[in-house]
């Protein structure tokens, strides 16, 4: 019998091309399969968390993505002592986390808290009537609004003194973003957190709160 000569080409039959292209559709979408199951942690969290404050898309925008992400939150007290947590945790330690609280706290003071020592933060603000919103300005920044609250319970001896919601953000570990769409997210957060712990604190004084704040006009 004679042998086949040497460099010559078996013709590939339309049998094989198809096992071939089986193969490599396959291949695609095992390789598919196992990227999500690897990253699908934040992608099954539910659309809406933390009693409706907390939006899925907002937790993309701002985490990387990650094998497994839990959320939970958290109300403490009522009235003057209230505070109101919020937390998304993921499998590679990245955390994003909100805390709103009633706190005996003027309008001056909260901007001098976050002013830091001597002024060492920088901050950008924006306001829509007296709901005030600030970020400060670093890679470790933090985000906060500032809502006046007349809450009920209040002892006779705190009365006089100037209390409001304050809530704060941010991200703890590795965001997926930085710098204005990071400030900007994590204040959109904290507004949405702090709407939240005005009603469940009851405060005095019921309100329409606008839809968003004003965007930041980065400098």
Known sequence: MEKPQGGR??????????????FFVFLGLFCG???????????????????????????????????????????QSAGYDLTFSCRVTTSNDSILSGRAQVQSISLDKWITYYRGAGGGNRIIRVSAGDVQALAQVGSAGASSVYIPCAPPGLPFRK??????????????????????PLRQALTDFAYRLTQHAYEL????????????LPRYQEQ
Not at 48 to 66: F, W, Y
Not at 159 to 180: C, F, P
């Open 9 to 22: 080409k078996v013709p590939v039959t339309w049998r094989d091309a198809k096992v071939i292209v089986a």
């Open 33 to 75: 399969a196992g990227w999500v199951f690897l990253n699908k942690g934040i992608y099954l969290l539910p659309e809406k968390m933390c009693g409706g404050v907390l939006n899925r898309s907002l937790v993309q925008q701002t985490l990387p993505r990650a094998r497994a992400a839990d959320s939970g939150s958290k109300v």
């Open 159 to 180: 009365a006089s003194e100037s209390y409001a919601i304050v809530g704060e953000t941010s991200v703890y570990g590795q965001a997926r973003v930085s710098g204005a």
């Open 201 to 212: 604190a009851e405060c005095k004084a019921p309100r329409a709160f606008p839809k968003e």
